[in-house]
């Protein structure tokens, strides 16, 4: 044998009733293969409410633009002296229309997409981190809700405008609140057979508690990132989740990697 390969057709004569059996060397064409869609992220160049999307793309090895919104301070940290003219030429121009004159938003083949849990949502459907059917799926946006719910009651301690009040609000959040919180949503985390949280898979509820609780630096809670860990100790199901998700080799590389931004985090 050599490195060709004949495929035999079978001809038919119907004046005769004879078949025959021929060889050719030409295969049947193969079936197009489905290209995969183009992705554009737009969003600051910070991490913030883009940065759960980055992962998705990078845990899931698909290629996008990440297209960064560049900003600056007339005086440093001071929000009221931003300049961010990239970001007012979109607006004028109505590309942010779909997000409400916001970011982030993404583009998939051109069509756009705002609202930054409609992205995680659709990113994770697509790539496969909305678990194995529609009742996982439910699941995993139950403990993604509950997430928001914890991040609204702790703007409320943050908003306290009251130092002395703000200072206490702080140190029961962080010593009580939070570790029941949390403590109840371990509670209604679905039987499995771990470590993550729903089903087999790492899915977005991992990748969600994970950001909010566990990821370096703070990504949520920067002014008290060992207060959020701390929570989860007397909650095995969640701490194992967190703890698998920082050993994902392509979430590690891309913590390591990734431009550092002078905010980590915009409150959502």
């Not at 590309?95 to 609202?115: N, R």
Request: aromatic share 10%; hydrophobic share 40%.
């Amino acid at each position: 044998g050599g490195s060709s390969s004949s495929v035999f057709l079978l001809l038919n004569n119907t004046e005769n009733n004879n078949t025959t059996l021929i060889a050719t060397d030409r295969a049947p064409s193969p079936a197009t293969a489905p290209t995969m869609p183009s992705y554009k992220l737009h969003y600051f160049d910070i991490r913030g409410l883009g940065e759960l999307p980055r992962w998705l793309f990078k845990l899931a090895k698909v290629d996008f633009e990440d297209h960064r919104i560049g900003f600056s301070f007339g005086v440093p940290g001071d929000f009221s002296t931003i300049q961010r003219p990239e970001f007012d030429s979109m607006k004028a121009a109505g590309e942010l229309d779909v997000s409400l004159g916001k970011v982030p938003f993404l583009e998939v083949d051109g069509k756009k997409i705002g609202q930054s849990k409609a992205i995680e949502r659709f990113l994770a459907r697509e790539f496969g981190f909305m678990g194995a059917d529609s009742v996982e799926a439910a699941q995993i946006d139950q403990l993604c809700e509950t997430v928001i719910d914890f991040k609204n009651a702790y703007q409320k301690v943050k908003g306290i405008q009251d130092a002395t009040e703000k200072e206490a609000a702080m140190k029961k959040w962080f010593e009580e609140d939070l570790p029941a919180n949390v403590a109840l949503a371990e509670k209604s985390v679905p039987p499995g057979p771990g470590p993550f949280l729903v089903g087999s898979k790492v899915s977005l509820a991992d990748l969600v508690w994970y950001s909010f609780l566990a990821a370096p630096k703070g990504y949520f809670y920067d002014d008290n990132a060992e207060g959020a860990k701390a929570s989860m100790d007397k909650c095995p199901r969640i701490k194992a989740s967190t703890e698998a998700v920082a050993q994902i080799p392509e979430l590690q590389e891309w913590l390591k990697t990734h431009p550092e931004t002078p905010i980590r985090f915009v409150r959502a």
